[in-house]
Nanobody
Framework: QVQLVESGGGSVQTGGSLRLSCAASDTTYSSSFIAWFRQAPGKEREGVAVFSTRDGSTYYTDSVKGRFTISQDSAKKMVYLQMNSLKPEDTAMYYC?????????????????WGQGTQVTVSS
């Protein structure tokens, strides 16, 4: 049963923008936190942005603050990641994660549901 489906990835030049979308099933959207992670070739998966479905709080890793915005459409059970001022170092596979189990919001081990990912490539 597919619970998270990402879309919106693509190739852009430095300074460009993309909006990623994550469609969640009913049970998955009940997760207290939904997050976006990314993984570049040869690197560990890192947490990028987290959204609290309970109070709308948002959290970002330092490297994307001021450039990325995570948001939701609760009626559609969608979570978005608006990415502006993209840099080559943002190139990675981006994953949506849910079913947070507790602990550090930016650790992949603390999420039990993952999408298949969507590729983002930023060229210089």
């Amino acid at each position: 049963q597919v619970q998270l489906v990402e879309s919106g990835g693509g190739s852009v030049q430095t300074g460009g923008s993309l909006r990623l979308s994550c469609a969640a099933s009913d049970t998955t959207y009940s997760s207290s936190f939904i997050a976006w992670f990314r993984q570049a070739p040869g690197k560990e998966r890192e947490g990028v942005a987290v959204f609290s479905t309970r109070d709308g709080s948002t959290y970002y890793t330092d490297s994307v603050k001021g450039r990325f915005t995570i948001s939701q459409d609760s009626a559609k059970k969608m979570v978005y990641l608006q990415m502006n001022s993209l840099k080559p170092e943002d190139t990675a596979m981006y994953y949506c994660a849910a079913r947070f189990v507790g602990g550090n919001l930016f650790r992949e081990d603390n999420y039990n549901s993952w999408g298949q990912g969507t590729q983002v490539t930023v060229s210089s």
